[in-house]
């Protein structure tokens, strides 16, 4: 509560100030503007100056109503925790769901059959069960389940797949971990030219690998459109010592679950869009850096250490870093799951895994 007295030169400008701020809206609150008269003596008998009426009058308070969103709603509906790590999985499939069911109806009423007369569930009882059970959002839809797990270099994001898949499969559901398969975007990485290779060798170009255009994402969205197909396809398998691919992987089996790994895996919007879950690793800085010097100072030793540490930390400064604040990071606000403390955080694993397992379960 808080009254301002403004004079203006003129009387057309205080009419003009009134007609203008009269009713706006400020912090929920409505502003109520007026004259105030010329003050004058009090006269005997007066109990306060007009001045002191204006000052001692009660602020009038708006309250501004806080409505539920539609999601809260839709949530509430299908029967969805909002405090669970997948709710906003749960509400994308269930809201998918409920438009195609929508679109059958409509163009059964267009074109009706016999066979759509005849209803094998009552409409009532298919309602019921997808609201008391909210895992019904996971079923088979006919090809695999494709989850993406991005975040920073040095996150844990290929030890969070690998302690996925062992989850699942100390749980007894070996057949399922072994029909899981890892896709690695650092396998992905866009050819370099032996002129690039040699001048990177020398010190004399660096190339950032933590950079969009280091990765051939074209690639990446054929080979998964083809694991959704059913379709074999080649991996390719890159050499980080090499800096080039060295040869490749086959691919022949469908696999049930695809665990796509890598810190640009939610950053094109055509890659976020074959992913049925999108999950982001979420680790500090000081830790990745701690784990980035630990892998590339662990296979040297001697007066080498320090030429190596040195080339590592002006990448890390001028390519790493910048590449991660500009591109990477705000990737995680398309993550259905935030995994904080990454590979280490077992309660967030278990969940995933428990959710792989259920979905198993419905197919």
């Given at each position: 509560?808080?009254?301002?007295?403004?004079?203006?030169?003129?009387?057309?400008?205080?009419?003009?100030?009134?007609d203008?701020?009269?009713?706006?809206?400020?912090?929920?609150?409505?502003?109520r503007?007026?004259?105030?008269?010329?003050?004058?003596?009090?006269?005997?008998?007066?109990?306060?100056?007009?001045?002191?009426?204006?000052?001692?009058?009660?602020?009038?308070?708006?309250?501004?109503?806080?409505?539920?969103?539609?999601?809260?709603?839709?949530?509430?509906?299908?029967?969805?925790d909002?405090?669970?790590?997948?709710?906003?999985?749960?509400?994308?499939?269930?809201?998918?769901?409920?438009?195609?069911?929508?679109?059958?109806?409509?163009?059964?009423?267009?074109?009706?059959?016999?066979?759509?007369?005849?209803?094998?569930?009552?409409?009532?009882?298919?309602?019921?069960?997808?609201?008391s059970?909210?895992?019904?959002?996971?079923?088979?839809?006919?090809?695999?389940?494709?989850?993406?797990?991005g975040?920073?270099?040095?996150?844990?994001?290929?030890?969070?797949?690998?302690?996925?898949?062992?989850?699942?499969?100390?749980?007894?559901?070996?057949?399922?971990?072994?029909?899981?398969?890892?896709?690695?975007?650092d396998?992905?990485?866009?050819?370099?030219?032996?002129?690039?290779?040699a001048q990177?060798?020398?010190?004399?170009?660096?190339?950032?690998f933590?950079?969009?255009?280091?990765?051939?994402?074209a690639?990446?969205?054929?080979?998964?459109?083809?694991?959704?197909?059913g379709?074999?396809?080649?991996?390719?398998?890159?050499?980080h010592?090499?800096?080039?691919?060295?040869?490749?992987?086959?691919?022949?089996?469908?696999p049930r679950?695809?665990?796509?790994?890598?810190?640009?895996?939610?950053?094109?919007k055509?890659?976020?869009?074959?992913?049925?879950?999108?999950?982001?690793?979420?680790?500090?800085s000081?830790?990745?850096l701690?784990?980035?010097?630990?892998?590339?100072?662990?296979?040297?030793?001697?007066?080498?250490?320090?030429?190596?540490?040195?080339?590592?930390?002006?990448?890390?400064?001028?390519?790493?870093?910048?590449s991660?604040?500009?591109?990477?990071?705000?990737?995680?606000r398309?993550?259905?799951?935030?995994i904080?403390?990454?590979?280490?955080?077992?309660?967030?694993?278990?969940?995933?895994?428990?959710?792989?397992?259920?979905?198993?379960?419905?197919?």
């Open positions: 509560k808080g009254y301002a007295f403004v004079q203006y030169e003129d009387q057309r400008s205080t009419v003009l100030a009134v203008n701020l009269n009713g706006a809206r400020v912090l929920g609150r409505t502003l503007v007026d004259h105030v008269k010329a003050y004058r003596q009090p006269k005997q008998g007066d109990d306060e100056l007009p001045t002191e009426r204006v000052m001692n009058a009660a602020p009038e308070v708006v309250e501004v109503r806080s409505e539920r969103s539609d999601d809260e709603e839709v949530m509430q509906e299908a029967g969805i909002p405090d669970d790590p997948m709710a906003a999985y749960y509400l994308k499939k269930y809201k998918r769901r409920m438009k195609k069911e929508r679109s059958d109806r409509r163009s059964k009423r267009r074109s009706p059959s016999k066979e759509s007369q005849v209803s094998k569930e009552p409409k009532a009882s298919r309602r019921r069960r997808s609201r059970n909210p895992n019904s959002v996971l079923k088979d839809s006919g090809h695999p389940m494709f989850i993406g797990i975040g920073g270099r040095g996150a844990g994001k290929e030890f969070t797949c690998r302690n996925i898949i062992d989850k699942v499969r100390e749980r007894g559901y070996a057949d399922l971990a072994d029909r899981v398969v890892h896709l690695h975007l396998d992905f990485h866009r050819e370099l030219s032996a002129e690039d290779r990177i060798d020398n010190g004399t170009a660096e190339i950032n933590d950079h969009p255009e280091s990765y051939d994402f690639l990446l969205a054929d080979v998964m459109q083809k694991l959704r197909l379709e074999p396809v080649t991996v390719p398998q890159w050499d010592r090499q800096r080039q691919v060295q040869g490749g992987r086959e691919i022949a089996c469908c679950v695809v665990l796509v790994e890598g810190t640009l895996v939610l950053f094109v055509e890659i976020r869009s074959l992913f049925d879950v999108q999950v982001f690793v979420d680790v500090d000081d830790t990745r701690g784990r980035q010097v630990r892998a590339e100072l662990r296979d040297v030793e001697g007066p080498a250490m320090n030429d190596v540490l040195r080339r590592f930390l002006d990448y890390y400064l001028y390519m790493a870093k910048p991660f604040e500009e591109f990477i990071f705000p990737t995680k398309w993550a259905d799951v935030i904080p403390k990454g590979d280490r955080n077992q309660v967030a694993i278990e969940l995933i895994a428990q959710r792989l397992i259920d979905l198993d379960r419905s197919a």
